[in-house]
């Protein structure tokens, strides 16, 4: 499609009066924002926070609140830098971009066209790997490992490792997130313009935007991260084209209106700045309608009139940061803090935020935060009902379900839960309190589940903030029970901790194996210490495989036993070892 045409017919469809903002507006709105700014960092766990308004590619207000360095009362200040973690795909994609407007590059190249070595492990045939392609990449469609675990941050004068070779399957099936993924085109990049990337991001965005203070190297002025008000190691990325930019919040703000449709600099034409925006895989029926672009997710506001919404958010290890843009309106939103626990307040305010904005703009009442589930939801497109699976294997574990009369007793993560079937065949979600007293948590009360099928799979579906995603897939346990499963049950430590490893304070794993079910199991100590169970299944000699059709399943394990009884588990880099 031409891009003329493209443009075009974007405005043509969504028509939309905007009614200018006048400073006595903005001010009463930006006076609530600064008094829950300054709640939201008035605790002994706080760092920094930061918020910015854009309306029509301009920055028109910003507001940095909290210390960037509590020991020395340092202020948190909108220049303050903070690692904004997977933001970083917003200034890759642009790179990519402006390559691509000056004829370096096509974003339907062939990978194999700029790296005919491409380092994966693949299941496909040599046809195959060479239909994926930059943009396959960079909406997350490649069909590669979300990540390279171990070694994904290091400390200060710690050398980072490279990734392990990347497991590749087939391309086009599903979105699955993959920072991996923008690695690759943040090499392909630099292999394309014969420079190394941070040279790429001075010249391409830093100076023609300027944005003296942003990069991928850490600063003594940078923020201090906490965590639990604690101070943390400041970790570095090894994936830096993916995760590693940092910036401050006027530097977010300003690439973040250049990235809006009104903005007026040249610095990105209108075409590329509606390719970023445009639905990338509308023909990708396992994506559940769920909407990506290129760096950006984008969803169709259920308010009338709000219209499209972008989003990208990030959380880096003890920092947060998020950019939401009403792209029907010319109002966006941009936000970052440097403590782990902030997740929640930050989300609160910059939704608020852009709540203000729309009301000013064009009446749109706020959203509304009890809004109950619909009474009917439909299933996505491509799939038919099914009745549920007695097991489905999922990317937070084996999830069991037991019939018991209208209802279903479900177990998942180390938990019980109740489901209670709708009138439309969605299933809604209770916990169930010492596996007796059934509550209903205010999350799980917006949360709805049910068994589909597409084609001769059997999957479990989720609804949620009014998305669908793909949850997991039917578990039938393997009929034949490989002998060599019992040699390798037994607890697991790890033998090569890292800074993830350490933040997730994951130390041993077990392999457990019961009459129909050999399974890793392992504990993450959240609010409620998690429990999931994650189905293993033989992929060949030496190699086990996470059970199930979904995003997250399918990675691949290797073992190795020892003639002296010991065993070495070798998973995405990581090395755990059971002793004799």
Same mark, same amino acid.
């Given at each position: 499609?031409?891009?003329?045409?493209?443009?075009?017919?974007?405005?043509?469809?969504?028509?939309?009066?905007?009614?200018?903002?006048?400073?006595?507006?903005?001010?009463?709105?930006?006076?609530?924002?600064?008094?829950?700014?300054?709640?939201?960092?008035?605790?002994? =766990?706080?760092?920094?926070?930061?918020?910015?308004?854009?309306?029509?590619?301009?920055?028109?207000?910003?507001?940095?609140?909290?210390?960037?360095?509590?020991?020395?009362?340092?202020?948190?200040?909108?220049?303050?830098?903070?690692?904004?973690?997977?933001?970083?795909?917003?200034?890759?994609?642009?790179?990519?971009?402006?390559?691509?407007?000056?004829?370096?590059?096509?974003?339907?190249?062939?990978?194999?066209?700029?790296?005919?070595?491409?380092?994966?492990?693949?299941?496909?045939?040599?046809?195959?790997?060479?239909?994926?392609?930059?943009?396959?990449?960079?909406?997350?469609?490649?069909?590669?490992?979300?990540?390279? *675990?171990?070694?994904?941050?290091?400390?200060?004068?710690?050398?980072?490792?490279?990734?392990?070779?990347?497991?590749?399957?087939?391309?086009?099936?599903?979105?699955?997130?993959?920072?991996?993924?923008?690695?690759?085109?943040?090499?392909?990049?630099? =292999?394309?313009?014969?420079?190394?990337?941070?040279?790429?991001?001075?010249?391409?965005?830093?100076?023609?935007?300027?944005?003296?203070?942003?990069?991928?190297?850490?600063?003594?002025?940078?923020?201090?991260?906490?965590?639990?008000?604690?101070?943390?190691?400041?970790?570095?990325?090894?994936?830096?084209?993916?995760?590693?930019?940092?910036?401050?919040?006027?530097?977010?703000?300003?690439?973040?209106?250049?990235?809006?449709?009104?903005?007026?600099?040249?610095?990105?034409?209108?075409?590329?700045?509606?390719?970023?925006?445009?639905?990338?895989?509308?023909?990708?029926?396992?994506?559940?309608?769920?909407?990506?672009?290129?760096?950006?997710?984008?969803?169709?506001?259920?308010?009338?009139?709000?219209?499209?919404?972008?989003?990208?958010?990030?959380?880096?290890?003890?920092?947060?940061?998020?950019? =939401?843009?009403?792209?029907?309106?010319?109002?966006?939103?941009?936000?970052?803090?440097?403590?782990?626990?902030?997740?929640?307040?930050?989300?609160?305010?910059?939704?608020?935020?852009?709540?203000?904005?729309?009301?000013?703009?064009?009446?749109?009442?706020?959203?509304?935060?009890?809004?109950?589930?619909?009474?009917?939801?439909?299933?996505?497109?491509?799939?038919?009902? $099914?009745?549920?699976?007695?097991?489905?294997?999922?990317?937070?574990?084996?999830?069991?379900?037991?019939?018991?009369?209208?209802?279903?007793?479900?177990?998942?993560?180390?938990?019980?839960?109740?489901?209670?079937?709708?009138?439309?065949?969605?299933?809604?979600?209770?916990?169930?309190?010492?596996?007796?007293?059934?509550?209903?948590?205010?999350?799980?009360?917006?949360?709805?589940?049910?068994?589909?099928?597409?084609?001769?799979?059997?999957?479990?579906?989720?609804y949620a903030q009014d998305r669908y995603f793909l949850f997991g897939s039917a578990y039938a346990p393997p009929q034949l029970v490989d002998p060599v499963w019992s040699q390798l049950s037994g607890?697991?430590?790890?033998?090569?901790?890292?800074?993830?490893?350490?933040?997730?304070?994951?130390?041993? *794993? $077990?392999?457990?194996?019961?009459?129909?079910?050999?399974?890793?199991?392992?504990?993450?100590?959240?609010?409620?210490?998690?429990?999931?169970?994650?189905?293993?299944?033989?992929?060949?000699?030496?190699?086990?495989?996470?059970?199930?059709?979904?995003?997250?399943?399918?990675?691949?394990?290797?073992?190795?036993?020892?003639?002296?009884?010991?065993?070495?588990?070798?998973?995405?880099?990581?090395?755990? =070892?059971?002793?004799?």
């Amino acid at each position: 499609m031409a891009w003329g045409l493209l443009i075009s017919g974007a405005l043509a469809a969504s028509p939309v009066t905007r009614t200018p903002i006048d400073a006595a507006q903005l001010a009463e709105l930006t006076t609530t924002i600064e008094d829950a700014l300054d709640d939201a960092v008035d605790t002994r =766990r706080a760092g920094g926070m930061g918020v910015a308004l854009i309306i029509d590619g301009e920055v028109r207000w910003l507001q940095a609140a909290g210390l960037a360095d509590r020991d020395a009362e340092r202020e948190f200040d909108a220049d303050t830098r903070v690692p904004v973690g997977e933001l970083s795909r917003l200034a890759l994609v642009a790179i990519a971009l402006r390559l691509q407007e000056r004829g370096r590059l096509q974003l339907d190249d062939p990978l194999s066209r700029h790296w005919p070595d491409l380092p994966v492990q693949s299941r496909l045939g040599a046809e195959d790997l060479a239909t994926i392609r930059l943009r396959d990449l960079l909406t997350h469609h490649a069909g590669l490992s979300a990540n390279a *675990i171990h070694g994904m941050f290091h400390e200060s004068g710690v050398d980072p490792e490279p990734p392990v070779q990347v497991q590749l399957r087939a391309p086009r099936v599903w979105m699955a997130e993959s920072n991996l993924g923008y690695r690759l085109v943040g090499e392909s990049l630099e =292999r394309i313009a014969g420079m190394p990337f941070e040279v790429l991001w001075r010249e391409e965005v830093a100076e023609p935007l300027g944005l003296p203070g942003g990069g991928y190297t850490p600063a003594a002025a940078d923020a201090r991260l906490y965590r639990k008000g604690k101070p943390q190691p400041d970790l570095w990325a090894r994936d830096r084209a993916a995760l590693g930019l940092r910036l401050g919040l006027k530097e977010l703000a300003l690439l973040t209106a250049a990235l809006q449709p009104e903005a007026a600099s040249p610095w990105l034409s209108p075409q590329s700045r509606a390719e970023m925006q445009r639905v990338q895989n509308a023909d990708v029926v396992l994506d559940l309608g769920r909407q990506i672009g290129l760096g950006l997710e984008l969803y169709d506001s259920v308010r009338p009139g709000a219209g499209k919404i972008a989003v990208l958010g990030s959380a880096y290890p003890n920092a947060r940061a998020e950019v =939401r843009l009403a792209l029907d309106h010319g109002v966006a939103v941009v936000g970052l803090s440097s403590w782990r626990e902030s997740t929640g307040e930050l989300n609160d305010i910059l939704l608020s935020a852009l709540d203000g904005l729309l009301q000013l703009r064009a009446g749109i009442p706020p959203r509304d935060k009890e809004r109950a589930l619909p009474e009917q939801v439909d299933l996505p497109p491509g799939l038919s009902a $099914d009745s549920p699976a007695d097991r489905y294997a999922t990317p937070a574990g084996l999830v069991d379900i037991q019939a018991e009369g209208e209802r279903f007793d479900v177990r998942m993560v180390g938990f019980d839960f109740i489901a209670d079937v709708r009138a439309d065949g969605w299933y809604r979600l209770r916990f169930r309190l010492l596996g007796v007293l059934p509550l209903r948590f205010d999350a799980l009360s917006r949360v709805l589940i049910r068994p589909v099928r597409f084609g001769e799979k059997r999957l479990l579906v989720a609804y949620a903030q009014d998305r669908y995603f793909l949850f997991g897939s039917a578990y039938a346990p393997p009929q034949l029970v490989d002998p060599v499963w019992s040699q390798l049950s037994g607890t697991y430590r790890l033998a090569n901790p890292d800074a993830l490893s350490r933040q997730l304070e994951v130390e041993e *794993i $077990d392999l457990v194996l019961d009459e129909d079910l050999f399974a890793l199991r392992y504990e993450l100590p959240f609010v409620l210490d998690l429990s999931p169970e994650m189905p293993l299944e033989s992929a060949g000699p030496g190699r086990l495989r996470f059970a199930g059709f979904a995003p997250g399943l399918g990675e691949e394990l290797e073992y190795r036993l020892d003639a002296d009884g010991g065993v070495e588990l070798r998973f995405s880099g990581y090395v755990l =070892r059971r002793e004799p």
